[in-house]
């Protein structure tokens, strides 16, 4: 694979930690070069200190950045985020190296200590940023994060949209910033919807006489792909069992808690989607991919289609024009929800990376904050068509119809936001056999009731394996 999507998935993702991890071989102490004593948090600063210059850049340092060049392209780059820097150091001198072999290149020079002060850590070929990090080789951003926001008031920090930071961590901090926001919900063609009267509904009465309306119009109402993308449907689960109980719950699977998987909001869930499956989920599906389903959705055969805003971009080949992405949350399940309908699960993605031993890395810094402000976002969105992590950096630009559906429910969501997943990367075993009884369940095989039962028994088997290292997530 050449390039990921602009708003890349998790299965995309995964399979560029996967090859990464083939390039990098085993993750020994040669492996990116000699460690140092201690981790890498703060840099000297080579210039003089301020407000403005809270790194304390030097004016005329030469500064590299390296910039995956995939679906986002690099003009966001050379157009907008390296003209900033420039126009704050008229004496620095900029080198810019786009690429889609980002370990394959960058790799060797960590090795030999001639490195980049930005990296884009992006693509098939992206490097393992936990190798890096146990090896000292990755700046600790929080610097980032505490300085003055730039052209705004606060922090960094402050600037951002909910679980930015914490979407970078390693090891309890943050080696790496998260630039891509990603929503997660149900998608539709809006001028579909218009079209036939339909609007999306609040909650699951409201929900299942929808799909009522949009069966009887000779559509499938509702589908996912079974065959290679039953993780979209557990996401829906557990989405709507977060909706019920709060975030908690997630960070309760992620922590392989005794007892999450089969309490009560969790079995509420799988029971109010394995009775959507029950009533209105082709069995076919089951046996379908990801892209072939997308496609019948396209062709105007599929109403509702749980996914990540990665999709507009990811269709955009099968998409007539007529087709209009929309989002809409998952529907509410009672009245006593702790979380409102219009919440949403939401990540962010794309990381950025400043090496440790980078000859400017006080620069790197520097250019990163000039990323996070709002006219670094706003120049971003304008050149990718992708929403970023600056809060409201998007409202008022020109957006695909995907992307504005996604800047609309994320502004409506506020701060109600439902954050990921993590077990799907740190448990694959588990990971693994929850898809198979994700598809269990939405296809008829068991009930709620037993999805939670085996579930958690997988849960308890990953936890009580000595062999398997455990993580843990706070927030």
């Known amino acids: ?54 790194f304390g850049v030097k004016a005329d340092a030469p500064l590299e950045v390296v910039i995956f ?14 003209p900033m820097y420039k126009k704050a150091f008229p004496q620095a001198t900029i080198k810019h190296v786009p690429t889609q072999q980002i370990a394959q290149t960058q790799q060797p020079r960590f090795a030999g200590g001639d490195l980049p002060d930005v990296i884009a850590n992006s693509g098939s070929d992206l490097m393992d940023a936990g190798a890096l990090q146990s090896e000292n080789q990755l700046l600790d951003l929080s610097q980032l994060f505490d300085a ?5 008031s606060g922090k960094v920090r402050d600037t951002l949209m909910p679980g930015t930071i914490e979407a970078g961590l390693i ?25 036939n009267n339909w609007t999306p509904a609040t909650t699951f009465e409201e929900f299942d006489a929808l799909l009522g309306k949009i069966k009887a119009a ?17 996401w829906m689960i557990a989405i709507t069992a977060a909706k019920i109980a709060g975030n908690q719950v997630l960070i309760d699977m992620d922590n392989l808690k005794d007892g999450v998987w089969t309490s009560d ?70 009245s006593s929800d702790k979380l409102p309908f219009g919440a949403l699960r939401a990540a962010a993605g794309e990381a950025y990376i ?30 990718t068509g992708n929403i970023t992590v600056v809060k409201g950096a998007a409202d008022g630009l020109p957006l695909s119809p995907g992307n504005k559906s996604t800047n609309d429910a994320l502004n409506k969501a506020g701060s109600n936001i439902i954050t990921y997943n993590l077990f799907e ?12 009884k994700t598809n269990a369940l939405m296809f008829g095989r068991i009930n709620a009731e037993q999805f939670c039962k085996d579930v958690q028994a997988k849960a308890d088997a990953v936890r009580n394996d000595s062999s398997v290292t455990k993580q843990n997530r706070t927030s």
């Not at 060049?69 to 390296?82: F, N, P, R, S």
């Not at 003055?148 to 705004?152: K, M, R, S």
């Not at 400043?354 to 120049?379: C, F, H, Q």
């Open 171 to 195: 090891a309890g901090k943050p080696f790496q910033m998260k630039y891509i926001y990603t929503a997660y919900g149900l998608w539709y063609d809006s001028a579909l919807f218009a079209k």
């Open 1 to 54: 694979m050449s390039a990921l999507p602009q708003n890349p998935s998790r299965r995309t993702m995964l399979k560029g930690l996967g090859m990464a991890a083939l390039a990098a071989g085993p993750l020994s102490a040669c492996a990116f070069g000699s460690s140092d004593s201690g981790t890498p948090s703060t840099t000297a600063p080579a210039g003089p200190v301020s407000a403005e210059n809270p």
């Open 148 to 152: 003055p926001a730039l052209g705004g």
């Open 69 to 82: 060049k995939g679906g986002l392209g690099d003009a966001y780059a050379t157009d907008v985020h390296e």
């Open 218 to 234: 000779g559509l499938q109402p509702f589908a996912y792909a079974g065959k290679n993308a039953s993780y979209y449907m557990y």
């Open 265 to 334: 909001p969790v079995r509420q869930s799988a029971e109010k989607w394995a009775a959507i499956g029950k009533k209105y989920l082709d069995p076919s599906f089951e046996g379908l991919t990801h892209t072939e389903v997308q496609t019948s959705q396209n062709q105007g055969h599929v109403g509702f289609y749980p996914s990540g805003s990665w999709l507009e971009n990811e269709q955009k080949e099968q998409t007539p024009a007529t087709f209009q992405y929309a989002l809409t949350a998952t529907p509410s399940v009672s």
């Open 354 to 383: 400043v090496p440790s031993k980078a000859k400017n890395t006080a620069g790197g810094l520097e250019y990163l904050r000039m990323m996070l402000s709002k006219d670094g976002a706003r120049g971003f969105t304008e050149k």
């Open 425 to 436: 990367d740190w448990y694959k075993e588990f990971e693994t056999e929850l898809r198979s």
